[in-house]
């Protein structure tokens, strides 16, 4: 009899004892799902906090770098009229700074992308670039490249190759100063190759013209100008690319 009873309460306990397990077993997954849901929620905030960051910044970095190319365009435009190493139409020079109004838009733009371009470029690569990487070192560029284009306006020579092959090693020693790297001459390559095919366009459009034009409409020079150009744009880019990356760390 015993027994009997025995049987019997084990027999009427074992539902209970599996309706509490299962029960117990769907208040975790319950948990699990909640504490998974938030999780997910939180890294997606992160996420798009992060690239919302990241869209801010690299669009604070262009803005800089716009803003940098309008300002050597506008002086250094400047520079060429008065030399009359440049030509526009009479009613061209009437506007602001002497200057057609398309240039400096168009150096702002072109500033931008290539100064963004040349972190990525060595994101990419994977050689991230470190020479010379301070501000005293971007300035110093920056001057160089100034009187570059002073010299192309102001050094007088018996003929213009001469003229081109002293500004050539100039941008070539501008480069191996304050750069060094490949990313860097291949970039400036690239620049200066697509700013004097455009430039002969506008030329052969009659947009404006060049003095003593020798190079297929333009001066021989003129891409030295442009090489020098984009890397000391893209130096300007590196440091605003360092910069952005070293102030997460420095909070």
């Known amino acids: 009899m015993p027994r009997l009873e025995e049987h019997c309460w084990s027999c009427s306990c074992s539902p209970s004892v599996k309706t509490q397990e299962l ?8 948990k699990t799902g909640e504490m998974m849901s938030i999780i997910t929620s939180v890294l ?10 990241q869209s801010a910044n690299l669009m604070r970095r262009g803005l800089v770098l716009f803003i940098v190319g ?5 002086v250094l435009n400047l ?3 008065q030399r009359n190493v440049t030509l526009f139409p009479e009613e061209v020079l009437d506007t602001l700074f002497s200057s057609a109004w398309w240039i400096p838009l168009c150096c702002g733009t072109a500033a931008a992308v290539v100064g963004l371009l040349y972190p990525c470029l060595d994101h990419h690569l994977g050689e991230p670039h470190k020479f010379k990487r301070e501000w005293a070192s971007v300035m110093r560029c920056i001057a160089v490249f100034v009187g570059i284009n002073h010299a192309s306006a102001k050094l007088d020579f018996a003929n213009n190759v001469q003229l081109s092959l002293t500004l050539a090693a100039l ?12 990313s860097g001459f291949g970039l400036g390559l690239t620049t200066a190759f697509l700013a004097t095919l455009i ?3 506008l030329v052969y459009n009659g947009i404006y013209q060049y003095t003593s034009p020798d190079f297929l409409y333009v001066r021989s020079w003129l891409p030295c100008i442009f090489f020098s150009g984009g890397v000391t744009v893209g130096n300007i880019g590196r ?3 360092m910069g952005s990356t070293e102030k997460p760390h420095n909070d």
Do not use: E, K
């Not at 029960?23 to 319950?30: E, R």
């Not at 997606?44 to 960051?53: K, V």
């Not at 941008?171 to 490949?182: E, K, N, P, Q, V």
């Open 23 to 30: 029960s117990s077993a769907s208040w975790i997954v319950c």
């Open 44 to 53: 997606r905030h992160a996420y798009g906090s992060m690239h919302s960051l």
């Open 70 to 74: 309008v300002v050597l365009a506008l």
């Open 79 to 81: 520079l060429q009229i």
């Open 171 to 182: 941008s070539l020693g501008l480069w191996w100063t304050f750069d060094r790297s490949r």
């Open 199 to 201: 430039a002969q366009l």
């Open 239 to 241: 440091q605003l690319a």
